[in-house]
């Protein structure tokens, strides 16, 4: 999995839409790149973190995310890949605002 963490505030005003607007086609041509290499892959971009939700383990709920950090998790790639080197390629090629980052991670492990 390949998490994508941005400072949400890059996309603010009409320079952050502009580069939104860039960012978003970057990213549709990543999936397209993608899709001709034949790798199953699915993503998503997340709804702003004053959307988000905690629960913890009591069941108390909090507004906003779990972490407080400068940047936000803001999308993912899955992708189906025989290695880390593979899902590190992808990862260098996934569009970021300015001081942007991604995080590879596999998924499962248990079973």
Known sequence: MLLIYETEANYAGEAGEKLLADIIAQHMKLGAELAASGID?????????FTAA???GNGVVHDGPFAETHEQLGGYYMVDVPDREAAIAWARKIPLSPGGKVEVRPTGGHG
């Not at 699915?42 to 973190?49: K, M, Q, V, W």
């Open 54 to 56: 905690t629960v913890g």
């Open 41 to 49: 892959w699915s993503g998503s971009e997340l709804a702003p973190t």
